[in-house]
């Protein structure tokens, strides 16, 4: 199985309002839940994809509640470790007149020491039974700022291939552990190695320890720096739609990718298609399997030499 | 004891951004949860006042279950009716650098045939212990517009005085009930009777029903059209702050003055001296017991002759 690891989930609500005004009292004319958390959606874009998959991470209080009810009658298996602290929420305003999103994230709950001591003998265990991990997202208060090298480390040595997406010092600390791939995008390699132009950002972070690293450029597709050689991915033109989830579709075709051996120019080409046709899907999040279909042999993917 | 009825109660949800920027990304850094909806919160003013205090109305879902949690330490007692639907949230956003607030409404549940029958009952059972009753707030989807009549003609024969405090078609039908008091500000009253001059529509509205009005004028203070006289009382100079809860704190002073006896021109000068010492507390919806001492004696409260 697919183990997607989201130790900062999240409780999705969006809000729809006729027209979103500072200041103002608004009526909200539609509310939606969802479970959530880059892991979550990674590992229902996973099970989309036909892949057993389980989600771990943290979970408590009535919100996390509700994001087990949500997730209970969904493909993933439900393996998150229950905490003391009430799992955040994420709002997503919908402005209906510009369809526009304010978006509006709770920071999440405090884990204590003992809490992540039992999340990684849960881990642990889960590992033994995965064919790969994506470790996805941003840390909760109280965790220490190199448990995700901690989770890395731990695959690596369980011999499970490993997909690390998270940002700044995190992203830093589990790049020198060695994962199999990183999947930043620009800003965040930009940040991390200091280079902004692409190739020669990602041909540092894989000499900061990544293995391989596949770099989103937003509409203009995705960068992968690997042993194999190095390869830009992008559909014929940029397509419009909601961006939200589009990641975690790449980060969800290149976990599959690896795990199925797909040659790496294929790999990004559906890690590519997936994003396009999750854009183009209507609701937040999900893919539109006939946008995929009809993308993928149209999405170009040229190889790049290693940057001089 | 005094009865709060609130058919559309909500968990009231504070966020506070450093600034709220439509379209942005925002991390949110503090998170609140208070019981809310005004019947709610004008039970916990009177029960700060030393009024021994029963809230009844709909309660469902999981923020049902946190409301309930949040409301059993406080004194007023809950005596809620459990719904199938989900009770709403409101979402206040306070912006940190201007100090404003955005509101975002949940619409609520919707109350089924069977669940108004079964509240109906239960509001019968409380109105035999009940000194005075206040009707508050908005309908929930599913109740008939009728609704606030039929609990003021219910209150009326089991001969319990009734304070309805609510707008639109259900303040206007229950008008025509014939409630002991009603609360609406002057923009709710010049709606119901087509006039804009405060002591004319107050009067018209008593004239539709309502034995007595308090219209609340905001800053100005407020204006009650009585069968003993009409009076204005509005505190010397207009006080600054947050004037969320001003109007249910004004309710409590109001059905408290109602029960006790209070003569009218005291009963506004003490509604008026809580409404305020409410828009000075730093919470929202709390009062400042020092500054509403203070303030009391400073109330002038002058009488108004009957419009020609």
Chains 1, 2 share one sequence.
């Not at 409780?11 to 979550?40: F, I, Q």
């Not at 036909?50 to 408590?60: A, C, L, S």
């Not at 790969?132 to 997202?137: D, E, H």
């Not at 950002?201 to 596949?214: I, K, N, P, Q």
């Amino acid at each position: 199985m697919m183990l997607t690891v989201t130790l900062n989930a999240a409780l999705d609500v969006s809000y729809r309002v006729p027209a979103l005004v500072p200041h103002a009292v608004h009526r909200v004319t539609e509310v939606r839940e969802r479970p959530g958390g880059k892991g979550v959606n990674v590992a229902r874009v996973l099970a989309a994809l036909g892949h057993e998959t389980v989600v771990t991470g943290f979970v408590g209080g009535p919100t996390g509640t509700v994001l087990r009810d949500l997730l209970a009658p969904l493909a993933p298996h439900d393996a998150l470790v229950p905490i003391a602290g009430t799992t955040r929420r994420t709002l997503a305003v919908i402005d209906a007149t510009t369809g526009d999103t304010t978006q509006l994230n709770e920071p999440g709950p405090t884990v204590t020491a003992d809490e992540w001591a039992r999340f990684l003998d849960a881990y642990g265990a889960l590992l033994r039974d995965a064919d790969a991990v994506a470790i996805c997202g941003s840390l909760p208060p109280g965790i220490h700022v190199g448990a995700y090298a901690e989770l890395v480390r731990a695959a690596r040595a369980a011999d499970v291939p490993v997909l690390l997406d998270t940002s700044g010092e995190p992203l830093r600390r589990g790049i020198a552990a060695r994962p199999d791939l990183v999947k930043p995008n620009v800003d965040e390699l930009a940040q991390l190695t200091g280079a902004r132009e692409p190739l020669r950002a990602a041909l540092s972070a894989r000499r900061r320890g990544a293995h391989a690293v596949a770099a989103s450029l937003g509409p203009d597709g995705l960068l992968a720096a690997t042993p194999d050689g190095n390869w830009h991915a992008r559909t014929p033109t940029p397509v419009r739609g909601n961006p939200t989830g589009a990641g975690d579709s790449a980060v969800a075709a290149l976990l599959a990718g690896l795990v199925d051996g797909v040659p790496w120019p294929e790999r990004v080409a559906r890690a590519v298609a997936l994003s396009a046709a999750t854009v183009l899907a209507p609701a937040a999040g999900e893919f539109d399997a006939a946008a995929y279909e009809r993308l993928l042999p149209h999405v170009t993917v040229v190889e790049r030499p290693p940057a001089g």
